[in-house]
């Protein structure tokens, strides 16, 4: 394919130069005449692994030419991609500048060449969600009107990082793809079809978040890294160790688990080993601020629950619950946010019924008995067997613990706070 790439950074380059690799002719859009300049002498603009012997064959086998004029690529190119940078603004925002200005050259580029053929415009910039429909869209429809159809805009999100971006570009991990109707794009899967990885085609929105996602924990996974490293130097255990036996479980610790959004932790262990550790850092003075913030997130996302659940519930609504133990399968109640969601519900008025066929007042024993009755004192009483559940009808379900689709309940509302 002929493909522009508009932004010779370290996204841009790399991502030249490794297009070429492949046998596609590449159009190099730059600003900056130094940098294109240089890349034509052979001269990478950046330091990258590879990079280098790549644009030195490229340049070789005529596969790659650098230009400053943005309106070149509308003309020869079936395809092109965004590279440009959007740095911080002083609020914290994205600036969006450079998108504005490139998407407005493109357009008015595809315009003035009277483009009839399909072009596609792909962008890598990590951009705010929503910004394709409510920035980049707007200013394709303003220049070409009736003939935007000729343009397709795709998102297409890149997981680079410096010093193995070419590694990264063969071997992603995986591939997102966003489209307006979060339908395949054949343009996209011919340039990726040498790239084998998971791949994901959605709407533009979430591929959008997907970086923000992504960058925010592994933002996270560092911090929380050096607060435990912190944590470990202050009472003299050896990090390095700690962290061995940490990544080797693949089963728990790395891995699906406890990172898909829906309720809140609970249970026996969690809250209190979080507490725990909290009181350890700030005993040898580690400050693990992200560690602090771990409880007051979880209770944040208790009311969210609430909050949701009962949007739109009239005052005095019927609603049930399945699942009143922290986790499924158990009976144990100790910090179990189910108890806490009851406890919201009944003090907002709301008539409330649970149903967990887990568990058996009579057989509480110890802390389990004595933190169930505690907080929510009424439990006995608001606890009904499968057949008064099934022959009520409720104005709302809280499917708590996954076991409302095993109840004969009508057309009653169901949320699933598992599947936010």
Known sequence: MRIAVYGLGYVGMTGAACLASQGHDIVGVDVSEDKVRKIAAGVSPIREPGVDAMLTDALARGRLRCTTDP????RTCDLAIVCVGTPSAPDGSHNMRAIAEVTLQIAAALRDAGRKERFTVVYRSTIRPGSVEGLILPIF???L?????CVEVIYNPEFLREASAVKDFFHPPKIVIGTADGKPSARIDEMNGTIEAPTFTVGYREAEFTKFVDNSFHAL???FANEIGRVCVNLGIDAKVVHDIFVSDTKLNISPYYLRPGGPFGGSCLPKDVRALQHIASDVGANTHVIDAVMRSNEAHKHFLFTRATDGLKPGARVLMVGLAFKSDTDDLRESPNIDL???LLQAGYALS???PSLSPEHLIGQNLGYAYSHLPRMKELLVDKEAAERTRYDLVVDANGRASALALGDARVLNIHAL
């Not at 009107?145 to 159809?149: C, E, K, M, W």
Request: no cysteine; proline share 10%; glycine share 4%.
């Open 221 to 223: 996974k560092v911090a």
């Open 71 to 74: 309106a070149d690529p509308a």
């Open 342 to 344: 009851a406890r919201k």
């Open 145 to 149: 009107g009736p003939s935007l159809d």
């Open 141 to 143: 429809r303003s220049a």
């Open 354 to 356: 649970i149903y967990d």
